[in-house]
Structure formats: C-alpha cells, structure tokens
C-alpha cells in the first residue's frame, strides 16, 4: 500500500515539477519580455558556426555535472530556431552522454554514486534485462535525471551500441518539445507552442506510469 502510494505520487511530483517548470517559463516570459526571436537569430547566424560549436561545448559540460539541461534546450529553441536547435542540443547532449558513460566506467561504482546520489546496482538491474528499449525508455521520459543516469550506464552491462542508439532516439521526441517551446516561445497560443507542450506533459505522464509497472513487477 505504502509503495503504491509512493509510486501515485512520484507521477504527480513529476508533473508536478514539470507544469511549473513551463508556468515560470511563461511567466518571465511576459513580464521580462523576449528580445525579437528573427533579430536575435539573424545576429547569431552572422557568427557562423562559431555560436553553435560554443553552445554544443558548454552544454556538453554542463550535462557532465547533475544539473537541470530542459532549460537549455529552451534556450537552444530562442537563439537559433527550431531545426538548429534540435540539432544543435541533440549533437550536445550525445557529446554528454558518451563522456558521462567512458568517466562511469573510468571512476568506478563508489565514485559514481557519490557524485549522483544514484545507486548503480537499480540502474543496472533496468538496463540488464532489457538493454536497448530500457535506454530507450528512460531517454523518452524528459524529466528523468540525465547526468546521473549517464555515469551509472557506464558501470552496467549495457552494451555501448545500446547504449548509443537508445539515447539518441529516445531523446529526439523531448528535445523537439523543450526546442519547440524557446522557438515558439513568444506565441505561447500558437499551435506548435501547445503541441509541445502536450508532449512533454504525455512523455512524463507515460513514463511515470511505465515506471510504476516495472515497479510492480520487480517488487
């Protein structure tokens, strides 16, 4: 009973985090107000590939330490659109991840936990069974720690090719949502504003409730 109380309110404290997390956003939003997204995008496009090979380098640090990474990817949305965006934090956020996994493997299990807070054996346990679609998965979820997850892969037996291809396709349909928001982020009424919204709303709620199941089933 207490378990399943627990697992009822984790999917709502996710939600939870998530609604505010676009609430602020849209908050700010109004009351700062955003400088023009085609003038802002016009000058950063004037830097060539300067801005976005900067972007992708400190996000891919800023993903090595257990920070929050949406907000970047909103950021991505504001300065240089939707499609540059998308590629831009995609390229970042896999740099991160690959360097996250090789240090997982480099520092150890003690170490790795440690610095996350995460306990590799449950990370292990997951990514054992089902290799591939648990990475899958677990990408596919946008509020699920990302850095922490990373480092404890490394110390798994998930294959590295898995490892891989999971994280870059389950990370496409959260990264659209969070690059969408910051693209279409001054026309919080516009169709592709809402859609994004709705998605990052349905991910998290499916993989809450995928993670209550797997729950149940492993209790």
């Known amino acids: 009973m207490a378990t399943?109380?627990?697992?009822?309110?984790s999917v709502w404290v996710r939600l939870g985090l998530l609604g505010a997390f676009l609430a602020a956003a849209v908050a700010?939003?109004?009351l700062v107000g955003l400088p023009d997204p085609a003038r802002l995008r016009a000058g950063i496009a004037a830097t060539g590939p300067a801005a976005p090979a900067l972007f992708v380098l400190l996000y891919a640090l800023v993903t090595l330490a257990p920070l929050p990474k949406n907000v970047?990817?909103?950021l991505a949305g504001v300065l240089f659109g939707l499609v540059t965006?998308?590629?831009v934090v995609m390229c970042a956020a896999m740099l991160g991840a690959?360097?996250?996994f090789g240090l997982g493997r480099m520092l150890g299990r003690e170490a790795v936990e440690r610095i996350t807070g995460t306990r590799v054996a449950r990370v292990d346990a997951l990514l054992r069974r089902r290799g591939l679609l648990a990475v899958l998965g677990v990408r596919l979820v946008p509020v699920l720690p990302f850095t922490p997850i990373n480092?404890?892969?490394g110390l798994t037996a998930v294959r590295p090719r898995d490892y891989v291809i999971g994280t870059a396709l389950g990370m496409i349909p959260g990264?659209?949502?969070y690059v969408a928001l910051g693209a279409y982020g001054t026309s919080p009424g516009s169709w592709p504003f809402a859609i994004a919204v709705l998605g990052l709303v349905a991910l998290t709620a499916a993989g809450a409730a995928a993670a209550r199941r797997y729950r149940r089933r492993h209790a």
């Open 28 to 30: 700010v939003a109004a």
């Open 4 to 9: 399943a109380l627990i697992n009822v309110l």
């Open 175 to 177: 990264t659209v949502a």
């Open 98 to 100: 690959l360097a996250a």
């Open 72 to 74: 970047l990817g909103v």
């Open 151 to 153: 480092y404890a892969a």
């Open 85 to 87: 965006g998308i590629v």
